[in-house]
């Protein structure tokens, strides 16, 4: 027999998510036993990869080493979570057996299914095919935009949720902008392929980026979604979502949004719901049928963008949820579904978008954020880093 390594609260993930929860936890009350399962040694601030992608800022700068966030009096499980058994609650590891806990926090991260699309795996890296989306790729996409000379920029969106919904757009119109910068944007075709409907979810600042697409000459394609790249000879192929015909086009660089899903471990357990997400109320991120779990980012069913604003939103209503359940108390903490995108639009400009569940603006400046500005393309590059790093992961913002 495995021994059952027991602890008052156990937190699966050690990303933003769980660092976080773990440090407003601690914070409140220093005499809870609490445990984080992760397996990484690195932990990676992934929303300015889309700036490392567009070479203005160093793969080095998003680094730290995952026992360095890890918040004092936390012990790291330096594993992965296998399965769960909430009826006897505990999870189920891969090298430590099973570990025991009163409450659970869920929060894994998503998982990245590169080879949902034929050929994609292979071709990265490759033939001009690259991702912001992968820390092995990141710096390709870099490369490939310096050295594109002219011809066809394809990039996709997919018919899943994803992390960062806004980045697939990001580096296209940095791309775009550095092609003018070096004088070749007479010579490029640039092109969004998306398996949804429309630019953007909130009318306010799709409006806006659908003028500055306009003004551009990006050309968009909604309804499709990316099957199969082909690298060698530089094809990738597209289902019309509405007519499921497959079409062919030539590229001379595509960068790819992969599709994502929940970690195969949760999609498999008794705490998803249909669609393979941890099944929570959406206000109170508490499990709605087991009351000792509580789940918040990208593996929750909450149904707002998975993005590190929203985790910063959703924490301290767990936190506080879970303190009240644990204490037989009530709570009026609500998650309004906040969450904030900042859409990158150039180098030095930037669309701040806030929104709730409504995808109504839910904005922090008194001036109208759904214009480009340098302010907000600095807070993002120098000012969110710094508060993720000091703040976010130490519980006191």
């Known amino acids: ?57 160093h793969f080095s700068a998003t680094e730290k080493e995952e026992s360095s966030l890890i918040p004092p009096g936390v012990t790291w499980l330096k594993d992965f979570v296998t399965g769960f058994e909430p009826e006897s609650n505990q999870v189920r590891t891969h090298l430590l ?27 990265l890296g490759t033939n001009g095919v690259c991702s ?20 066809t920029a394809i990039f996709t969106f997919p018919n899943t949720p994803i992390k960062c919904a806004g980045a697939p757009q990001k580096i296209m119109y940095l791309a775009e902008h550095f092609f003018r ?5 007479d010579r490029a075709q640039i092109v969004f392929v998306s398996a ?14 659908s003028q500055i697409i306009k003004e551009r000459n990006i050309k968009t394609i909604f309804g499709h979604n990316l099957e199969k790249v082909d690298g060698a000879n530089k094809q990738a192929w597209f289902r019309n979502l509405q007519t499921n015909e497959l079409q062919a086009l030539d590229f001379d660089l595509l960068h790819v949004a992969p599709p994502m899903s929940a ?44 993005t590190a604003a929203a985790v910063r939103k959703q924490a301290p209503v767990l936190v506080d949820r879970l303190f009240a359940e644990s204490d037989r108390q009530k709570s009026q903490a609500v998650y309004n579904g906040y969450t904030s995108c900042p859409l990158v639009t150039g180098y030095g400009r930037l669309i701040l978008a806030e929104f709730d569940y409504e995808c109504k603006p839910t904005e922090t400046f008194l001036f109208d954020q759904s214009q480009e500005r340098l302010s907000m393309y600095l807070l993002k590059k120098h000012g969110f880093p710094f508060l993720y790093w000091n703040g976010m992961l130490k519980g006191t913002f």
């Open 196 to 209: 949804v409907g429309k630019i953007f979810a909130v009318e306010k600042y799709a409006n806006a980026l």
């Open 132 to 151: 912001n989306y992968s820390k092995a790729t990141v710096g390709r996409t870099w490369d490939f935009i310096q050295n594109f000379k002219g011809g």
């Open 181 to 185: 910068k070096q004088g070749i944007r």
């Open 1 to 57: 027999m495995v021994k059952i390594n027991a602890y008052d609260i156990v937190i699966v993930g050690g990303g933003a998510a769980g660092i976080t929860v773990a440090a407003r936890i601690r914070n409140r009350n220093s005499s809870l036993s609490i445990a984080i399962i992760e397996p990484s040694d690195k932990h990676y601030y992934q929303p300015l990869w889309t700036l490392v992608g567009a070479g203005v800022t």
């Open 97 to 123: 057996g099973t570990v025991g806990y009163k409450y659970l926090v869920v929060c894994p991260g998503i998982q990245i299914d590169w080879d949902k699309v034929e050929g994609l795996s292979e071709s």
């Open 263 to 306: 970690p195969d471990f949760i999609q498999h357990s008794p705490l998803a719901d249909r669609a393979g997400w941890v099944e929570v109320d959406r206000s109170t991120t508490q499990h709605v049928r087991l009351r000792n779990i509580f789940s918040l980012g990208d593996a929750s069913n909450l149904p707002t963008s998975k």
